[in-house]
């Protein structure tokens, strides 16, 4: 049995491919989330969820992110920035600078 589980172990490189892809959905989840909050502040309600991708260079520590999506009155929505991921401690887990176009018009920036 020991002799099956040795032939499923990590390297160290796969070990760190999977912080990175893990913080990439973490970091893609919290920006539709925030990314709709912050469309329908400044008066554009999200139809539904913004679509997100997010992509990490250079490590998990630096994350360039892009949601779409549309409002319910039809405009194209799109929220684009980078988010920079920071220690354990409540609040300073992820950091960024994000601006939101609807139909291609700035609707707002944020840094957060």
């Known amino acids: 049995m020991l002799l099956g589980l040795a032939g499923i172990a990590c390297t160290e490189d796969q070990r760190g ?5 893990g913080t990439e959905v973490v970091v893609r989840n919290i920006a539709a989330s925030a990314g709709a909050a912050a ?12 679509d997100c991708g997010a992509s990490s260079s250079g490590g998990a520590e ?9 409002s319910t009155e ?14 354990a401690d409540i ?3 992820v ?15 944020e840094e957060c």
């Not at 630096?62 to 549309?70: A, E, L, T």
């Open 17 to 21: 491919d999977l912080v990175d892809e």
């Open 95 to 109: 950091s960024g600078s994000f601006v939101g176009t609807a139909d291609g018009d700035e609707v707002f920036q």
């Open 74 to 87: 039809g405009e194209e929505l799109v929220l684009e920035g980078d988010a920079t991921t920071g220690s």
């Open 39 to 50: 469309f329908e502040r400044e008066g554009f309600e999200v139809d539904g969820t913004l």
């Open 62 to 70: 630096q994350i360039d992110v892009r949601c779409s999506g549309s």
């Open 91 to 93: 609040g300073d887990a």
